[in-house]
């Protein structure tokens, strides 16, 4: 029996490993600037977790096999007593591996959310919303007009609450349900919550940053592949949380102004 | 002592039956048809993009526009409720209920009259779920939730309002409901008109009302099956 479940587990590590070496399911494809760097620390995160599964399910399977025809009434460690420098040991490599990991990857975080945004971004505002994304591109004048909560009307198509009867610069905001962005164009979105938390998440771009209410939180990306993505919340919002997406449209630069002049006439 | 208790019964029977046909308003045949319009540069109506609900999405071929000033060829005045709300007689709700949809992530029709205690059927024929929550304020407050398939929900009102309602699915769902003391009522069409037949003669406050502008009333006296005209003017502004 022992011997049994040694080959079966020798066996699952086996399939296990292989599915990711064949890179079975693997990473969607990356399109963006900094996604290179998140896929390459996902890579070492995953050989580095990956070799120590392996080791560790080897060992496992090699001790079940060798002990499996022994005689009981061996005394077994136990935790604490006898093992302690095994578990320290344990502990310590773990433990370094995992602060190894945070100390390089930190170097791909802080590209995305600590780096400033490059000074010719496209700027771009973000409403989310029980359950929808609604984007904002400030118009031929090239300035947003102001937020007023108090004026959002979803029925008026006024999501973001701009306020035109008085303020000029809100008259020629183009709001709109999809993102629509120039490739190769720095893009720069702040984003904000009209009601409860929700999360920007667009797989292809490597980038998930949570909207929190009351906060205009900075969030860029350039993207460098021209196509349709999709942009999911991922943080549990109610209700309708399955259903709130929006469409990330990479377009050439030509395509995406003629886009904007088109959205701006109406 | 058994005769007595029929009569008696017979009495109460006929007394009922004879408060019941006084109850009942006076048919009348007089009416007040009319136009409303509006006077300005009425807002552009903004296009909603429904790309996320691709079910709703592939339904319109172009895309719907929102409603919240509907305006037709003339300078005509879509979605205004021209109700009687001072001189009617007052009546009971008809029997037949009123259906509100939910198709093509739209409220059809965008804005629904009906009478206090008047049965509303409310059906979801979209692919999608839809959650309705009526913002009633003086009538109880309430949302449902109804995925695909779902048998459609049957309520009423039991006090007059004027009831804005959403979908707490999908944001740029918007309708009313217009919970009416009256029978007499209209919904002013693309081209602006409106009619309101079955008028008993006597003196009315007819009443305009607009989601978005100040709502207009005026004077009319009926004698006889008169029909008179009473046409309505909005202001409205480009923002």
């Given amino acids: 029996m022992g011997k049994l479940f040694a080959a079966v587990v020798f066996v699952i590590t086996l399939i296990s490993v292989a599915i990711f ?74 433990g370094l591996e995992i602060l190894t990991l945070t100390f390089v990857g ?30 904002r591109y400030a118009g031929p004048d090239g300035q947003f007009g102001a937020l007023h909560p108090d004026k959002i009307d979803d029925g008026s198509g006024n ?16 709001v709109v349900g999809s993102l629509a962005v120039p490739v190769n164009r720095p893009i720069e979105l702040t984003l904000h919550s009209k009601d409860v938390g929700h999360s920007f998440y667009v797989r292809e771009l490597r980038v998930q940053q949570d909207f929190v209410p009351g906060l205009d939180i900075p969030l860029h990306f350039t993207a460098t ?36 002049k088109s959205q701006s006439g109406q | 002592m058994r005769s007595r208790y ?65 305006t037709g060829p003339g300078s005509a005045l879509q979605w205004v409720v021209v109700y009687i709300s001072a001189g009617d007689q007052g009546s ?7 259906r509100y949809d939910q ?49 459609p929900i049957d309520t009423k009102y039991d006090k007059p309002e004027f009831i804005p309602v959403k979908c707490n699915i999908h944001p740029w769902m918007h309708g009313y409901f217009i919970v009416l003391n009256t029978s007499h009522y209209a919904v002013s069409g ?5 009619d309101i037949k079955g008028l008993p003669p006597g003196k009315y406050t007819v009443t305009a009302w607009q989601e978005q502008y100040p709502a207009q009333s005026q004077e009319v006296t009926i004698s006889g099956s008169e029909a008179k005209t009473a046409n309505f003017v909005f202001k409205v502004l480009p923002y």
């Avoid at chain 1, 999501?159 to 183009?174: E, K, V």
């Avoid at chain 2, 039956?17 to 552009?44: C, E, H, N, Q, R």
Wanted: glycine fraction near 8%; charge should be negative; proline fraction near 8%.
């Fill in chain 1, 21 to 94: 070496a064949m890179h079975t399911w693997w990473l969607p494809i990356d399109i963006s600037t900094t996604g290179p760097a998140v896929d390459r620390q996902m890579n070492d995160t995953l050989i580095g977790t990956g070799v120590l599964f392996l080791a560790g399910q080897l060992v496992l399977a090699i001790f079940v096999w060798g002990s499996s025809n022994r005689a009981s009434g061996r005394k077994i460690k136990i935790f604490p007593g006898g093992a302690t420098p095994l578990v320290t040991a344990a502990i310590i490599l773990v």
């Fill in chain 1, 106 to 135: 930190s170097k791909a975080w802080g590209a995305i959310y600590l780096a400033p945004p490059a000074a010719n971004s496209l700027k771009i505002d973000v409403q989310a919303e029980q359950f929808a994304f609604y984007f």
């Fill in chain 1, 159 to 174: 999501y973001f609450g701009l306020d035109p009867a008085n303020d000029i610069a809100a008259r020629d905001d183009i």
């Fill in chain 1, 225 to 260: 592949q021209t196509g349709k993505f999709e942009i999911v919340c991922t943080q549990l919002c109610g209700l309708g949380h399955y259903n709130m997406k929006a469409y990330l449209e990479v377009m050439p630069e030509d395509q995406w102004e003629q886009w904007l």
């Fill in chain 2, 6 to 70: 029929f009569t008696a019964l017979a009495v109460a029977a006929l007394l009922g039956s004879g408060m019941l046909v006084f109850a009942k308003p006076p048919a009348g045949s007089g009416s007040i048809t009319g136009k409303v319009t509006y006077t300005g540069t009425p807002p552009k109506m903004k296009p909603i993009d429904m790309s996320k609900e691709p079910s709703c999405a592939k339904q319109h071929a172009t895309p719907v526009l929102t409603e919240n000033v509907a």
């Fill in chain 2, 92 to 98: 009971t709700a008809p029997s037949q209920a009123v």
């Fill in chain 2, 103 to 151: 198709k093509g992530c739209q409220y059809l029709p965008h804005v629904l009259p009906m009478q206090v205690n008047q049965g509303l059927q409310i059906y979801n024929d979209d692919q999608t779920s839809h959650n309705i929550h009526p913002l009633s304020k003086v009538n109880a407050e309430w949302n449902k939730s109804q995925p695909p398939g779902s048998p």
């Fill in chain 2, 190 to 194: 693309e081209d602006g008109s409106f």
